[in-house]
């Protein structure tokens, strides 16, 4: 059984980076062909997709926020973690690490509650 658990903190102040990290047990982030995903949804609004590594570590990131968007892995640890430079009250939201194989996604986190104060 695949699980994924987001951590970081739920409190970030604006203009600041936050930071979240996803472990991934039961399964590796490096085998062909997943891709572990970053996701979020703010408060009235749809699911948002952030950015996505690949088994090969390759990254991709949403162009409406590629300039403050990063992401990266610790295969060490079999963990992908989110950047997110210069965060607004807009950048309040749940955020979810989810696994994807042929542009589905079969397994989530439980999400975590991300709040940008003013």
């Known amino acids: 059984q695949v699980r994924l658990q987001e951590s970081g903190p739920g409190l970030v102040e604006a203009s600041q980076t936050l930071s979240l990290t996803c472990t991934v047990s039961g399964g590796s982030i490096t085998s062909r062909y997943y891709a572990w995903s970053w996701i979020r949804q703010s408060p009235g609004k749809g699911l948002e997709w952030l950015g996505v590594v690949h088994y090969d570590g390759s990254t991709i990131s949403t162009p409406s926020l590629k300039s403050r968007t990063s992401i990266s892995r610790d295969t060490s640890s079999n963990q992908f973690s989110l950047q997110l430079t210069s965060v607004t009250p807009e950048d309040t939201a749940v955020y979810y690490c989810?696994?994807?194989?042929?542009?589905?996604?079969?397994?989530w986190g439980q999400g975590t509650q991300v709040t940008v104060s003013s």
């Open positions: 989810a696994r994807e194989l042929s542009n589905r996604y079969d397994y």
